[in-house]
């Protein structure tokens, strides 16, 4: 089992936006330290109450530059706001200082202002998708390259730098919607999913990914890395009452900031019913706040329900838990729920 942390960079209420950058890098540098196999960084623009992760290729270098062991996982860069020859560029410089620990996944965000701001519309996201990694790609594994196609038109490219990682650095889809699941079945791609999705829709979405995925003649079964927030403390008494200001503090900015502007219909009814949850149903249905025993048993659930190949553990859902709380929960989760799968 792999085991990453997920980084997304969440704004700390009456602190900088400087403050924020600091704090969120010591939670990537426990991560390194306490020996997780992955930190995972997200993407996000124009909600500042939200994230400040507008610039996730930049976070990742300074991530390559203080660290020497972990993965850095892109978890996603929303590949259809971009130029994809730039994104290949970004990766493969990131994969070079990092001597080959980039981890490269994708997605479309069902948030419909990271479209509005850069005034692409949604409708073509899909296939902005599609044809914007066949670009990085051929980028990545040839000399010079042509591509004309819908929406992007090269002739005789040669990509700088080229990757460290050969043929390329591995490559991740975000799954949300019951569409993604299945156009990252026909991509044969791993895919990335979220437990605000609800177990019971993962178990058959991924039914229906891994079912596309043999039927457009992939071999495998496909790896699944789960998408969950987690605390870890030494009582579950303190493991419940520490994380609960800023959970529900991300419960509110998913009401206020990111329900009006989800596109998908069922994404939006997930994040619906997420918004109007209590805590304990929260705790009950879709994080792995506790003891570290108890969170064993948690993850052994899940690796038999989905198939999992590994999890990204959300350590300071909605970015309010104070630092030092959130480096001791890292250090538990790596010292005494690892070791249980390794």
Request: proline share 6%.
């Amino acid at each position: 089992m792999h085991f990453g942390t997920f980084a997304e960079f969440n704004t700390r209420v009456g602190k900088t936006q400087a403050q924020t950058l600091r704090e969120s890098l010591r939670e990537v540098l426990q991560a390194e330290a306490s020996g997780m196999d992955s930190v995972w960084l997200a993407e996000d623009h124009f909600s500042p109450e939200n994230t400040i992760m507008g610039s996730p290729f930049t976070i990742a270098g300074a991530v390559a530059a203080l660290t020497s062991r972990v993965r850095i996982g892109m978890g996603v860069v929303l590949l259809p706001l971009h130029n994809p020859i730039r994104v290949a560029e970004e990766a493969a410089t990131v994969d070079l200082l990092s001597d080959g620990r980039l981890d490269f996944g994708v997605g479309r965000s069902p948030v419909l202002v990271n479209y509005k701001g850069f005034n692409i519309p949604y409708d073509e996201a899909r296939d902005r998708l599609s044809e914007g990694l066949e670009v990085v790609k051929k980028a990545w594994t040839q000399e010079t390259f042509s591509h004309r196609g819908e929406y992007w038109s090269f002739q005789d490219v040669r990509l700088v730098p080229r990757p460290y990682q050969s043929p390329h650095p591995p490559i991740w889809f975000a799954a949300s919607s019951e569409e993604s699941f299945v156009q990252a079945g026909e991509m044969g791609l791993s895919i990335l999913v979220p437990s605000v999705t609800g177990f019971p829709k993962l178990v058959e979405r991924v039914a229906v990914y891994r079912r596309v995925r043999r039927e457009a003649g992939f071999p495998g079964p496909g790896e699944v890395m789960l998408r969950i927030p987690a605390y870890a403390a030494e009582t579950m008494a303190k493991a419940r009452s520490e994380p609960e200001p800023s959970t529900m503090h991300k419960v509110e900015l998913r009401a206020k900031i990111l329900l009006p502007n989800i596109v998908s219909e069922d994404v939006a009814r997930e994040f619906q019913k997420a918004s109007q949850v209590s805590y304990d149903d929260i705790l009950r249905d879709s994080v792995m706040y506790g003891t570290p025993e108890a969170i064993v048993d948690r993850i052994q659930g899940y690796r038999e329900m989905l198939g999992l190949s590994g999890v990204i553990l959300e350590t300071n859902l909605g970015g309010q838990v104070p630092i030092d709380l959130v480096e001791n929960s890292i250090r538990l989760l790596a010292a005494r729920v690892m070791p249980a799968f390794k």
